[in-house]
Nanobody, 124 residues
Framework: QVQLVESGGGLVQAGGSLRLSCAAS????????MGWFRQAPGKEREFVAT????????YYADSVKGRFTISRDNAKNTAYLQMNSLKPEDTAVYYC?????????????????WGKGTLVTVSS
């Protein structure tokens, strides 16, 4: 089973950018659909973006479409979330997720394996 470690979170001003990384263990990274989710204080965890295993299909929440970009580098066993034009409402713990069996579209509902999260704080 793949293990996931997120990095890249931090404090940024509104309008700024951050890039999150999700490093995966194991040699079968390319077999997993990958996704990013987030949980704001006092709220439930929500879907942000997912990416398919190899053909590059991506899915985004309406709230981040046009500002965030999910990508992956199968040679480096890493998934990324480039976040631009950040808003205070993007403040949350961001979690990386993986699924061996689900499609990227199915992962909108969640993954099977989760990282521990990285905190993103956007100040106004």
């Amino acid at each position: 089973q793949v293990q996931l470690v997120e990095s890249g979170g931090g404090l940024v001003q509104a309008g700024g950018s951050l890039r999150l990384s999700c490093a995966a263990s194991g040699r079968t990274f390319r077999s997993y659909a990958m996704g990013w989710f987030r949980q704001a204080p006092g709220k439930e965890r929500e879907f942000v973006a997912t990416i398919s295993r190899s053909d590059g299909n991506t899915y985004y929440a309406d709230s981040v479409k046009g500002r965030f970009t999910i990508s992956r580098d199968n040679a480096k066993n890493t998934a990324y979330l480039q976040m631009n034009s950040l808003k205070p409402e993007d403040t949350a713990v961001y979690y990386c997720a993986a699924s061996f069996s689900r499609t990227a579209q199915d992962m909108i509902n969640g993954g099977d394996t989760w990282g521990k999260g990285t905190l993103v704080t956007v100040s106004s």
